[in-house]
């Protein structure tokens, strides 16, 4: 393959494929619902009163993958937003006049975001940190969240602790969350009295401690605590949802490969042209596919089982029909990424039946994988 190609003809296709994959390729690739859910969480904090700004928040995961994926994703929506990384690999922020990230030290991201001057903040972490507990990091301890058991502690040392009387906790209950959000209300030596709920608001308060607030004192916030609590896990509440329908189409679509792969040989059988050797029917398959996408777009697929009707209504990107005539299934127009995963899933169940590959029939094929598709249905 390198015959007659000098060096400066493999530096040019290496330049370019880089370009393809860092550029056009990339952009082209579909966003996850996750991500999707992230930026729309991004986009409900914008700051109002300072264009291209959003409230601070703190982005954690365990790969740099993900995070150079997550960075990249969120300075496409938008690329002066104020977003810092902190990895093992150093720290990067972005510069506000130019929009580029900038290399530095961690230490320096920690810095700019207590200063305000990073908005997301996307870091990894190390994944022992949930198999083994916070406590064996020691002194290493930096970072801790809910579950953990020096955080819990902290918690629940701060509950029992009871404020000074200029001082009175409030919590209230974002709409479709079992969780309390929690603020407080404080009274500044100009008499009047403030909601507290974040740290900049406090380091700028002097606390009037000669008065002493009561719960009637606090009523008035609790309707302004509700509506912040809702705006900020607005989205939240539907996560749940949201991975639900994720899980429910990934089985749909697992479900829908095998049943393709099922109602494409029964109709090969209807008309006598299946072989009875389950591999050579496969490979028969194929050849089958590859000349009639040559000459259409699609191939129509008839004969997937009726159990698909558990998870007819989840979402596949392919259009699947009720066959009313013999109770089953029929897919209009299959192109080859579905045919190719329906030949696939079922040679992962040809390859899991311990049997010699000449005895293999089809029929005993086709019995194991409608009952896998039940199995996948059936589950969750």
């Keep these: 393959m390198l015959k007659n190609r000098s060096e400066a003809d493999l530096r040019w296709e290496w330049e370019t494929l880089t370009q393809m994959l860092a550029g056009?390729?990339?952009?082209?690739?579909?966003?996850?619902?996750?991500?999707?859910?992230?930026?729309?969480?991004?986009?409900s904090r914008r700051d109002q009163t300072r264009p291209g700004r959003v409230a601070q928040m703190v982005i954690f995961t365990q790969f740099w993958d993900t995070l150079e994926d997550l960075v990249r994703r969120l300075r496409q929506a938008e690329s002066k937003l104020l977003v810092g990384t902190y990895s093992g690999r150093g720290g990067q922020y972005t510069d506000p006049h130019t929009g580029k990230l900038v290399g530095t030290e961690r230490d320096e991201i920690k810095q700019r975001f207590l200063r305000g001057e990073i908005d997301i903040l996307a870091l990894t972490i190390d994944r022992t940190i949930y198999d083994d507990g916070v406590a064996s990091l020691g002194p290493q301890l930096r970072f801790a969240t809910y579950g953990e058991p020096v955080f819990d502690a902290i918690l629940a040392l701060s509950e029992d602790w009871p404020p000074p009387g200029c001082v009175r906790r409030i919590a209230?209950?974002?709409?479709?969350?079992?969780?309390?959000?929690?603020?407080?209300?404080?009274?500044?030596?100009?008499?009047?009295?403030?909601?507290?709920?974040?740290?900049?608001?406090?380091?700028?308060?002097?606390?009037?401690?000669?008065?002493?607030?009561?719960?009637?004192?606090?009523?008035?916030?609790?309707?302004?605590?509700?509506?912040?609590?809702?705006?900020?896990?607005?989205?939240?509440?539907?996560v749940m949802g949201v991975e639900s329908d994720n899980e429910r189409s990934g089985r749909a679509q697992a479900a829908l490969a095998l049943g393709t792969a099922f109602g494409f040989i029964k109709g090969r059988q209807k008309t006598g042209l299946a072989?009875?050797?389950?591999?050579?029917?496969?490979?028969?398959?194929?050849?089958?596919?590859?000349?009639?996408?040559?000459?259409?777009?699609?191939?129509?697929?008839?004969?997937?089982?009726?159990?698909?009707?558990?998870?007819?209504?989840?979402?596949?990107?392919?259009?699947?029909?009720?066959?009313?005539?013999?109770?089953?299934?029929?897919?209009?127009?299959?192109?080859?990424?579905?045919?190719?995963?329906?030949?696939?899933?079922?040679a992962r169940v040809g390859d899991g039946i311990k049997k010699k590959k000449s005895a293999l029939s089809t029929d005993f094929v086709l019995s194991k994988i409608a009952t896998e598709m039940k199995r996948i249905l059936m589950t969750g």
Excluded at 283 to 289: F, H, K, S
Excluded at 306 to 326: H, L
């Design 24 to 43: 056009s390729l990339y952009d082209a690739m579909p966003v996850s619902s996750k991500t999707q859910v992230l930026l729309g969480y991004v986009e």
């Design 275 to 346: 072989d009875e050797n389950f591999w050579k029917e496969l490979d028969a398959c194929r050849n089958r596919i590859a000349e009639r996408l040559t000459q259409v777009g699609g191939i129509s697929v008839d004969r997937v089982p009726v159990i698909y009707e558990q998870v007819a209504t989840a979402f596949v990107p392919f259009d699947v029909k009720r066959k009313i005539s013999d109770e089953s299934f029929w897919v209009d127009n299959a192109p080859p990424p579905l045919l190719n995963a329906a030949l696939d899933a079922a």
């Design 172 to 238: 209230v209950t974002p709409q479709g969350l079992d969780l309390q959000y929690v603020a407080f209300v404080a009274n500044d030596l100009g008499t009047e009295l403030h909601l507290i709920t974040d740290l900049a608001t406090l380091a700028a308060f002097d606390l009037d401690e000669t008065v002493t607030l009561s719960e009637a004192d606090t009523l008035p916030f609790i309707a302004q605590l509700q509506v912040l609590a809702d705006a900020e896990y607005r989205l939240t509440g539907h």
